[in-house]
């Protein structure tokens, strides 16, 4: 999956597998097949002269010879027959609904996921619930789920999904949408691994992909309600995920952590311009991965970097320790050296107490630890993994774009889907067009940047 930086991708798409339709009358196909046979079985033999077809004809032909008491004397015996298969079949029907009502998957929004792909929603066959796992036995559940569904080299993409972001139609079909409409982009959703933080969305997780990690973190609920910004139950899953991270390194597994805050982004963006954030401010926790794929991005990464990151705002040069880093996308090489990094980076809250995660590695991304451990750090250009704050002005470069810089889930949503459509529309071009570089983003539409 690995490349060198600038290395030409395939264009190629993959095609789509198309699905097979269910008939309600699918039960009763064998009760037919049987009572066809029967049938046959009865009737006698037919003289070598006179074929099938030549039957056929003469029951139609008014004006062919036939001995009158024969085709009446066939239908007298039909008539009853198909009256008795009619009845036998609306009894097996009805046997078969209160036996085993038939249920319809609910249906996405027009043009969602669900309806498109023909990803249809799935029982929990396996019955497994969220409340089944607690805080032991962690290590071997990832170390499970990992072992399905990391590549070759070890190798995991990450994401995180709550019961505010499972709903049909949410930014989270939009991401899976996404993998469908890129450039190979399709084969990476069987090295997603969707972590899910209760009940509803490692429920919904299970009925619409195949690798799902439900991630408990005691004494929070995380369901059914709202976890401001900054607050202690947000700042303790913020730091939960720093070092769940930390033991993903330590069983020797790479990872993409593909997922943001857009809370925290509206605090960045407006210190960013100048402007004070208001301590009135109560900030949903959207923790939803708001990162389209548009692209394999493997290519695009350094070879030797250790940890790799996207950035809010980029400044050209990816050993710049002053680009403004974005927590929501990074790639990073499980070795001594990022064990060390997330271990220091995780403790560090005790040196920063009240700090949202970020915040605390743009401190310690200057510390003398990272330069003893030899951590080599590398910041992503934003040519290639673009977003509302910097978008990527070329589409035969863009591998990802974000929906950072954005306040709301409404305006998230509708510029998402904005620029799914300006990227399909791109894919439909011919090769020719694609080159010209004509192609542009129609977005920020409603995502804006807060203003007091």
Not at 9 to 21: F, P, Q
Not at 82 to 92: D, G, I, P, R, V
Not at 106 to 124: S, Y
Request: proline share 6%; aromatic share 12%.
């Amino acid at each position: 999956m690995r490349g060198k930086e600038g290395e030409e991708e395939d264009e190629n798409e993959e095609a789509e597998e198309e699905g097979t339709g269910f008939s309600i009358f699918a039960p009763l196909a064998p009760l037919y097949l049987n009572y066809k046979v029967a049938e046959m079985m009865k009737r006698p033999s037919r003289p070598p002269s006179l074929s099938s077809s030549s039957f056929g004809r003469l029951l139609m032909d008014e004006s062919a010879d036939r001995t009158p008491r024969t085709v009446p004397r066939r239908l007298h015996s039909v008539v009853p027959a198909f009256l008795l298969l009619a009845l036998t079949s609306l009894l097996c029907l009805l046997v078969y609904l209160v036996s085993g009502p038939i249920e319809f998957s609910p249906r996405p929004a027009a043009g969602g996921l669900l309806g498109k792909f023909g990803i249809e929603m799935k029982e929990n066959v396996s019955g497994l619930s969220f409340e089944s796992f607690g805080p032991d036995h962690e290590d071997a559940r990832i170390r499970s789920v990992f072992g399905k569904a990391a590549t070759k080299d070890k190798t995991v993409i990450l994401t995180t999904l709550s019961e505010a972001w499972a709903v049909p139609g949410s930014v989270f079909e939009l991401f899976l949408e996404s993998f469908h409409n890129g450039v190979n982009t399709h084969k990476l959703l069987d090295h997603l691994v969707v972590i899910a933080l209760d009940s509803n969305a490692f429920a919904r997780c299970l009925s619409i992909h195949i690798h799902c990690l439900p991630l408990v973190t005691e004494g929070i609920d995380f369901s059914g309600g709202e976890k401001f910004f900054m607050s202690h139950d947000y700042l303790k899953m913020m730091w939960r995920r720093i070092d769940f991270l930390r033991s993903v390194l330590v069983m020797g597994y790479n990872f993409v952590f593909t997922i943001e805050e857009a809370s925290y982004q509206k605090a960045t963006c407006s210190r960013q311009l100048g402007m004070l954030a208001s301590p009135t401010w109560k900030l949903p926790n959207q923790k939803d991965a708001d990162i389209l794929w548009l692209r394999n991005p493997f290519p695009r990464f350094y070879l030797n970097a250790d940890f790799q990151i996207a950035c809010d705002h980029f400044l050209g040069s990816s050993l710049d320790f002053e680009n403004r880093p974005n927590g929501g996308f990074a790639y990073v090489r499980s070795n001594n050296r990022t064990i060390a990094f997330y271990e220091f980076w995780y403790s560090s809250r005790e040196l920063y107490p009240g700090h949202h995660d970020q915040d605390v590695l743009n401190y310690i991304k200057y510390d003398s630890f990272v330069t003893e451990i030899g951590l080599r750090i590398r910041f992503l250009n934003t040519a290639f993994f673009g977003g509302l704050c910097e978008p990527s002005k070329d589409f035969n470069k863009v591998c990802t774009m974000h929906a950072n810089c954005c306040v709301g889930l409404s305006s998230k949503l509708h510029d998402m889907r904005i620029m799914l459509e300006d990227w399909r529309k791109f894919m439909s071009l011919p090769p020719r067009e694609k080159r010209l570089q004509l192609s542009s983003w129609r977005v920020p539409q409603n995502c804006s940047l807060p203003s007091e």
